[in-house]
């Protein structure tokens, strides 16, 4: 029988098929390698960890694996002189579990567990892989080896925790005692384990499809292509927001309604929906010139088309900073001074481990001047990221203010579906226009591609594990993402310039 481990349970309350075949089916492993995206996750995560097992003074970890950790999990138990066990080992009816901490509850011979969270909130309700769930799978684990559990816990980052100096990790946590939420659902929740048992031991493929096809395709499981063959690479899921609408799914689904030219005429769809689809029947654009041209009217020369990459580290690296704050450690401008003219390029990006705020403030201030208009693709991100530089930089916290009072979101255009292109494909990232609207311009041949590798590549460079070589290829790499992101905003606006 394969045990059955926290992670795979909380997979399974996902997409149980999908959790079958990355247990039974190894040929499919290339599908379920990890980004560099979620192996940066797992590293902070165990960094996270670290840090809060300073909470827990004298704890000892169980440092043996497999059934050996089992037994030495039991002697640590049984040693009076040891109050709280980090890894804490069990295995009982097929389920497997490591408690993050293990810790003598007042109850004689109980045992409180601690689930320590990278997150800076606590996960309840229907999110995926919520923490009250896996919370209350350890209990239930830890009951049908006999042990008494007493209170239940989740100790997860403080938002509100701002660095000052060494780091206060009594600060930086806050722990929350969750044991009436875990008891609510403990019912239920020991009958989804038995069928989570009897479903992934199964020695055959489970001979149906996985349920991901009832969702949009950003909650589709890795092996939904496998599962579902009928169902193409661009279809009815990638629909604009129809992951929200479960009743037009089900009944495309219902229907056999897989791509969208097969999408009934008079079917009832939102505006941006309607526009998407049309699109692609039509095999052409549509294109609201006027409100574009309205749009473009608007802005104000001279142009600065500017993108920030940020760095946001769980474990505050800084002063001043908490946790997840973004870090800016580079960013691109091209200034157009005048319709006719050429975009003069600067940039920045911080050459060591240390905080850039003031650096980057005082670039932005010199370059950035009152007059003019800041394009940004996706105001929310460039603005915040200005607010926590103003918060602090008070001094140049009114300069932020006046930049974030600058910025138009050069993406509203394509989000509010003034431009639909069948090519987008729903889509109103800059990687998903850029390549329609000017097919010259492209990110496949970049060493980096992608913000989240960016963050992970500057954090390594600075770091000491790179040569003097590497360095300088990274740093190279990271300057000719970034500055590929504004030109990238500076060739699309051009586009739009001249629609007719």
Request: proline letters at 5%; charged letters at 25%; one cysteine or more.
């Amino acid at each position: 029988m394969l045990p059955i481990s926290k992670s795979t349970f909380l997979q399974f309350q996902i997409c149980p098929k999908d959790t079958w075949l990355r247990l039974h089916k190894p040929e499919l492993v290339e599908q379920f390698v990890l980004t560099e995206f979620e192996k940066h996750l797992f590293e902070q995560g165990n960094e996270v960890e670290a840090y809060a097992r300073q909470l827990f003074p004298g704890a000892v970890a169980v440092k043996a694996t497999g059934d050996e950790a089992i037994g030495e999990t039991r002697r640590l138990m049984a040693d009076s002189a040891v109050q709280a066990i980090f890894q804490a080992t069990f295995l009982a009816d097929g389920f497997f579990i490591k408690c993050d901490v293990l810790k003598r509850g007042t109850a004689p011979g109980s045992w409180d567990v601690y689930e320590i969270k990278g997150t800076n909130s606590k996960k309840e309700g229907n999110e995926d892989r919520d923490h009250i769930s896996d919370l209350a799978f350890q209990k239930q684990v830890l009951t049908l080896a006999g042990i008494p559990v007493g209170r239940c816990y989740i100790a997860h980052l403080n938002k509100e925790y701002v660095r000052c100096g060494a780091l206060d990790v009594f600060d930086l946590f806050t722990t929350s005692d969750s044991t009436e939420q875990v008891d609510a659902i403990a019912a239920d929740l020991m009958e989804e384990m038995l069928v989570a048992r009897e479903y992934i031991n199964r020695e055959s493929e489970p001979n149906v499809g996985c349920e991901c096809h009832l969702n949009g395709r950003s909650k589709h499981c890795r092996s939904f292509a496998y599962s579902h063959p009928e169902i193409p690479e661009y279809s009815v899921h990638d629909i604009v927001r129809i992951g929200q609408s479960k009743k037009k799914i089900e009944y495309f689904m219902d229907e056999h309604i897989y791509v969208l030219d097969d999408v009934p005429d008079g079917f009832k769809l939102g505006d941006a929906q309607q526009l998407q689809v049309n699109a692609h029947k039509r095999k052409k654009p549509i294109i609201d010139q006027n409100a574009i041209a309205e749009i473009l009217s608007a802005y104000q020369y001279p142009l600065y088309f500017f993108d920030y990459e940020t760095f946001a580290p769980a474990i505050p690296a800084f002063d001043g900073y908490g946790p997840y704050k973004r870090i800016p450690f580079q960013f691109s401008l091209h200034i157009l001074h005048e319709p006719d003219g050429e975009p003069e390029h600067v940039e920045y990006l911080h050459p060591d481990r240390s905080d850039p705020t003031r650096a980057v403030a005082e670039l932005l201030e010199r370059h950035i001047k009152p007059d003019g208009t800041v394009i940004v693709w996706y105001a929310p991100f460039e603005r915040g990221v200005n607010k926590e530089i103003g918060e602090r930089l008070t001094s140049s916290a009114a300069d932020m203010e006046r930049i974030n009072g600058q910025i138009q979101d050069l993406r509203d255009i394509f989000s509010k579906q003034h431009y639909v292109h069948p090519d987008f494909r729903g889509g109103t990232s800059i990687k998903d226009v850029l390549p329609v609207l000017v097919p010259e311009l492209s990110y496949d041949n970049l060493a980096i591609k992608e913000g989240a590798t960016a963050s992970e590549r500057w954090w390594a460079m600075t770091g000491d594990g790179m040569s003097d070589a590497e360095r300088e290829a990274t740093a190279e790499a990271l300057r000719t993402y970034c500055k590929l992101d504004s030109c990238a905003m500076y060739a699309i606006w051009r586009v739009l310039q001249d629609i007719e």
